[in-house]
């Protein structure tokens, strides 16, 4: 009888150390943090320029933004009477809240490249709503390109590209 009792014991134990694994090996991977890109990289200024709209950052963004996006989005400032620069990076920034970037390929062609992006949405669970509550527990994910051009030596994204 009590080998019985022994066997249920040991698979508990196995079951443990590979709970216990697991758990180690997930936090690893979440600690390692984004890839390092070379500082000269496309891939370093799409992270750059996607980290500055996390932050809510406007001069980092216009930073980012190639001469021809800036001239873009001036334009659209003049000519569009309720457009709001400021107003586009705050829900630009919220927007950014569930979702996990990931730079998935660059292709490179002189001085233009494109960089395709993989975006992983969550659900943020239970959101208030009328009449009945919006339960929105999954996650989704879908890929973006963004264009880059080389100006002065240093990549800019060449598109006006707030919500990813």
């Known amino acids: 009888m009590q080998q019985p009792g022994r066997t249920i014991v040991g ?3 196995a079951l443990l150390v590979l709970v216990v694994a697991t758990t180690v090996l997930v936090l690893l991977i979440e600690r390692r943090g984004p890839p390092q890109y070379p500082p000269d990289s496309p891939e370093a200024a799409v ?5 500055a ?7 980092q963004v216009l930073a980012s933004l190639s001469s021809g996006s800036r ?8 000519i569009e009477p309720y457009y709001d620069f400021k107003a586009e990076l705050r829900g630009a920034s919220e927007n950014l809240r569930t ?4 730079i998935d390929g660059v292709e490179i062609r002189g001085e233009r490249a494109v960089v ?3 975006i992983e949405r969550t ?3 239970l959101e208030p709503g009328f009449p009945f509550p919006i ?5 989704y994910s879908y890929q973006r390109t963004l264009v880059l051009v080389r100006e002065d030596g240093t990549w800019k994204i060449d598109e006006l590209a707030f919500y990813l």
């Open 99 to 102: 979702a996990r970037v990931r």
């Open 116 to 118: 395709t992006l993989s």
């Open 53 to 59: 709209l996390r932050r809510n950052d406007p001069e």
């Open 47 to 51: 992270m750059t320029y996607i980290e």
């Open 71 to 78: 001239r873009v989005l001036e334009q659209r400032e003049r």
């Open 11 to 13: 698979v508990a134990l």
């Open 123 to 125: 659900g943020a669970g």
């Open 135 to 139: 339960v929105d527990g999954g996650s």
